[in-house]
């Protein structure tokens, strides 16, 4: 931050700068400034501010019965985990098209009071708004970050269909994890847990690997091992109605930081958030800092950086609670 405020001495354009300085403030729970000097993402040169036809929406007056687009600008987790402002104008009276990834449209319609739509058919607005600069408008109130509920459910059918594919164990926990992420993603090295951390679970766990892609090293150690399911070669699994189904029938969920994990919060599914050390913004730095974004999730943190070794007995013993509350 020191750094960052002397190149803004030099030049206060810097909009790179402010915009890191943004995220050090939001992971220090500063969200007055800190939503405030996130607006800058869009000044930095590599964001894309889309309809400059429609009005921005700056503020929450009046916005009873206005027509306001709000559209998805960045990865699945951030969409999944920001919709909730999208509940809050509906709350407000505001009618709202949601425009969202085409993996989310199916089974955020059944989450939303409102037009869900992968692309929008015409400009026809009052207002529109990014959806992470929603929480900009709510920033003083006292937990502007907080899940009002209700929360996600996924359909009967759907859960029902993956329950007969998934075979699951009636013996064992039923665990899911997800241990890398998008691939493209500028953290996704720190940020990722190597498979073999799972091996010694397989004990007392069934472990069905919910993810798209995954190394061919974690292939070739997955066909060592009969209950070591990876989900994502499965044709069946087409978008995010069969992702929050697969997530329904797991007894509990691993996850590192990505789009699963904001899911399963979503569904106040018990799970566990592997955070890499230092940890995005959005879950500050330490646990007792930590924002309350879900009901459900619990963290654990590297200690030493780039060293999963340091929560492996933590995970054993989260793991060896969740098998004592399945009384097997």
């Avoid at 750094?3 to 790179?16: E, V």
């Avoid at 009046?62 to 809050?88: A, C, M, P």
């Avoid at 899911?176 to 679970?201: A, M, V, W």
């Avoid at 007392?204 to 150690?221: A, H, P, R, V, Y």
Wanted: with cysteine; hydrophobic share 35%.
């Amino acid at each position: 931050e020191e750094f960052y405020t002397k190149a803004l001495k030099i030049n206060q354009k810097d909009h790179q700068s402010i915009f890191a300085i943004s995220q050090i403030q939001l992971s220090n729970k500063n969200y007055e400034e800190g939503w405030k000097n996130f607006e800058h993402r869009w000044l930095k040169g590599t964001m894309n501010y889309r309809f400059s036809q429609i009005r921005r929406l700056t503020n929450l007056n009046n916005i009873k019965g206005k027509k306001i687009l709000v559209w998805h600008e960045q990865g699945l987790g951030d969409t999944i985990q920001f919709s909730r402002y999208v509940r809050r104008l509906i709350q407000l009276g505001a009618n709202i098209v949601f425009e969202v990834q085409k993996p989310l449209i199916k089974f955020l319609k059944l989450q939303f009071d409102c037009e869900v739509t992968g692309k929008i058919s015409n400009t026809n607005f009052d207002y529109q708004s990014p959806l992470l600069s929603l929480p900009l408008l709510f920033r003083n109130e006292k937990e502007n970050f907080k899940f009002t509920g209700p929360f996600f459910y996924c359909s009967l059918e759907k859960v029902n269909a993956w329950k007969e594919r998934l075979n699951l164990s009636k013996n064992k926990l039923n665990l899911g994890i997800t241990i890398s992420g998008n691939t493209k993603q500028i953290n996704e090295d720190r940020r990722k847990i190597p498979l073999d951390y799972f091996l010694d679970f397989l004990e007392f766990s069934k472990i069905f690997i919910i993810q798209k892609d995954i190394s061919n090293s974690e292939l070739n150690l997955i066909k060592k091992h009969d209950e070591l399911i990876f989900l994502g070669q499965d044709k069946n699994w087409e978008n995010m109605s069969d992702t929050s189904a697969i997530l329904q029938n797991m007894d509990f969920l691993v996850s590192i930081d990505t789009s699963i994990i904001h899911l399963a919060g979503s569904m106040n599914k018990d799970c566990l958030l592997l955070l890499s050390r230092p940890a995005e913004w959005r879950w500050a730095q330490s646990n007792e800092d930590t924002p309350q974004w879900y009901k459900s999730v619990k963290i654990l943190r590297q200690s030493k950086r780039r060293n999963w070794n340091t929560i492996s007995s933590d995970l054993y013993i989260a793991l060896k609670e969740q098998i004592a509350n399945k009384n097997m």
